[in-house]
């Protein structure tokens, strides 16, 4: 059996607020004792910068960090460590592809596809990058995916057709940030096949599920480590060492492993992962990133799996027998196959602003999150109320969830 209260009592925040339910993991989860300890130890008697010293201390945290690179390149079975860089978070590293790789790439006419949908951070990127493109003469398109009208995944006939051979660059989400749906994204590799280069973002199922790099086949995966128990700040961008060679810097300065021309007119691209983590790292950051790695093994990702479906299928199960007009948004009551989900899910009640939902919910300690949820469609339509679940929510969370709407609509 799952021990849900067991893991509750490994959460601080949430053995101090024992009346709170937070149901808004979508856009953080909870950080366990582990990982709050590791975090305190290193400010409190281990507070050095690495790769600068000469120094015990200092070579110690410099292993750690490298110990933490390992351990995520096992984590998402990474083909080796250069191929793990560590970023501030999942919007870094998606800038990170956009300036170290697009801007040297993309030419005339070239094309990236990607889905409205989709996150803004996976988005907003690709038009801002256009834009600097166009200021330099150079024009790219941005080509939609179309997503599923009922499920919520991509239309993946519709994408197909859309690749051509100006197609250098496809983003797509593994989990769906507001629909809790796998987006199919390593069948969508076998149909346009390997020369198109594939970008994933895995911040919504890294540390809910199995996140396989060579399974995905992707070239880039970013995700955020906030989402996956660490501390804010800390963040995963893995490249395929299959387009090191094409990769630039474009954050230099201390800790830059090429030379430099003191002649003052060129720069040694460098090597990997360091390519890309000049400057000082978010160190305390890493270090969480590592402890929430064992924290999340020896929970097991399975056990993960299996809790977040029981939960999700729960959910949908007591919204629909309540005697209220409950709209979903598309998810994976609407796919064709089983019902699994990963622990979100988006609805509103008709007639009834998902703000004001949200505000009642609140008075009765339920966190939830109300809004577009960083979709770029800000308009009343596109709003909704995201549940958004994770390993220490219950049966009897949802229940009490369910209570209060009852109560008060």
């Given at each position: 059996m799952f021990d849900v209260n067991g893991i509750?009592?490994?959460?601080?925040?949430?053995?101090?607020?024992?009346?709170?339910?937070?149901?808004?993991?979508?856009?953080?989860?909870?950080?366990?004792?582990?990982?709050?300890?590791?975090?305190?130890?290193?400010?409190?008697?281990?507070?050095?910068?690495?790769?600068?010293?000469?120094?015990?201390?200092?070579?110690?945290?410099?292993?750690?960090?490298?110990e933490v690179r390992k351990k995520v390149e096992n984590f998402i079975n990474a083909s080796n460590v250069n191929e793990v860089v560590f970023t501030s978070g999942a919007t870094d590293s998606l800038n990170t592809i956009v300036y170290s790789w697009a801007l040297h790439h993309l030419k005339e006419g070239d094309e990236v596809m990607l889905c409205p949908t989709d996150h803004r951070s996976f988005v907003l990127p690709w038009i801002n990058v256009k834009n600097i493109l166009?200021?330099?003469?150079?024009?790219?398109?941005?080509?939609?995916?179309?997503?599923d009208k009922n499920g919520g995944d991509y239309e993946i006939n519709d994408l197909v057709e859309k690749v051509s051979s100006k197609t250098k660059l496809i983003c797509l989400t593994d989990v769906h940030s507001v629909y809790?749906?796998?987006?199919?994204?390593?069948?969508?590799?076998?149909?346009?096949?390997?020369?198109?280069?594939?970008?994933?973002?895995?911040?919504?199922s890294v540390g809910h599920k199995k996140v396989d790099a060579q399974e995905l086949k992707a070239d880039f995966i970013s995700f955020s480590g906030h989402k996956m128990f660490t501390e804010t700040g800390i963040g995963v961008l893995w490249v395929n060492e299959r387009i090191h060679s094409q990769l630039h810097p474009f954050k230099i300065g201390g800790g830059?492993?090429?030379?430099?021309?003191?002649?003052l007119s060129s720069i040694e691209i460098g090597e990997?992962?360091?390519?890309?983590?000049?400057?000082?790292?978010?160190?305390?950051?890493?270090?969480?990133?590592?402890?929430?790695?064992d924290f999340i093994n020896e929970i097991g990702l399975n056990n993960i799996e299996s809790h977040l479906e029981e939960l999700t299928k729960y959910l949908y199960k007591r919204l629909q027998e309540i005697d209220l007009e409950i709209e979903f948004l598309p998810g994976p009551i609407f796919c064709k196959k089983a019902i699994a989900g990963y622990g979100i899910i988006p609805f509103n009640i008709k007639?009834?602003?998902?703000?004001?939902?949200?505000?009642?919910?609140?008075?009765?300690d339920i966190l939830v999150r109300t809004g577009s949820h960083c979709i770029s469609n800000e308009d009343?339509?596109?709003?909704?109320?995201?549940?958004?679940?994770?390993?220490?929510?219950?049966?009897?969370?949802?229940d009490r969830f369910i209570e209060v709407l009852i109560e008060n609509f």
């Open positions: 509750k009592e490994r959460f601080p925040s949430i053995v101090n607020n024992p009346d709170v339910i937070f149901f808004d993991n979508g856009a953080t989860a909870q950080k366990p004792d582990t990982v709050l300890e590791v975090v305190n130890d290193y400010y409190i008697n281990n507070c050095v910068n690495t790769g600068r010293s000469s120094y015990s201390r200092a070579n110690r945290i410099t292993l750690q960090i490298e166009k200021n330099f003469g150079i024009n790219i398109e941005l080509v939609l995916i179309q997503p809790g749906v796998n987006m199919k994204v390593a069948e969508i590799r076998e149909r346009v096949g390997d020369e198109v280069l594939i970008s994933i973002d895995a911040s919504q830059y492993p090429g030379a430099v021309d003191w002649n990997m992962p360091k390519l890309l983590e000049s400057g000082t790292l978010n160190i305390s950051g890493i270090l969480s990133l590592g402890k929430a790695i007639g009834i602003n998902p703000t004001d939902v949200g505000f009642v919910l609140s008075e009765s009343l339509e596109h709003q909704s109320i995201r549940v958004s679940l994770h390993i220490y929510n219950s049966i009897e969370e949802i």
